[in-house]
């Protein structure tokens, strides 16, 4: 599992990305939930953290696709393929993400590594 941030510093609403390679992005929606998936639209490249949060969705800022952040899968077009979706949980004050071993699904022309670098890890 990998340490994003304490909670209290992702406000509802918003998205935090993690330059870990390839890129995943975190949601905290205005329900309180917390989602994370690759953070490259399966389009083109663009972050999915700088699109519009919409409930359960997030609208890629580029060409509007849009992605169910509780299964990864597409909700709207352009873009084909879903996202890979990752665990996440809270301890102690403290979201984490435990990448999924699924392989990404870059868009074309986009090359990703699936050697994830944690930003930090616990000790558990
Ligand atoms: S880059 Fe996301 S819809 Fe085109």
Redesign the pocket.
């Known amino acids: 599992m990998m340490a994003v941030c304490p909670l209290v510093d992702l406000a509802r609403g918003e998205a935090r990305r993690l330059d870990v390679e390839p890129p995943i992005a975190v949601f905290h929606t205005e329900d309180g939930e917390l989602f994370a998936i690759d953070d490259t639209?399966t389009?083109?490249?663009?972050s999915l953290a700088d699109g519009w949060l919409e409930g359960c969705e997030v609208e890629?800022p580029?060409?509007?696709?849009k992605f169910d952040l509780r299964t990864g899968a597409v909700d709207a077009p352009?873009?084909k393929r879903p996202v890979r979706t990752h665990e996440v949980s809270v301890r102690d004050g403290v979201i984490f993400v435990g990448v999924s071993a699924d392989a990404p699904s870059a868009?074309a022309g986009v090359q990703v590594s699936t050697n994830a670098a944690p930003v930090s890890t616990d000790a558990t």
């Open positions: 639209c389009h083109q490249d663009a890629c580029l060409h509007a696709s352009p873009a868009p």
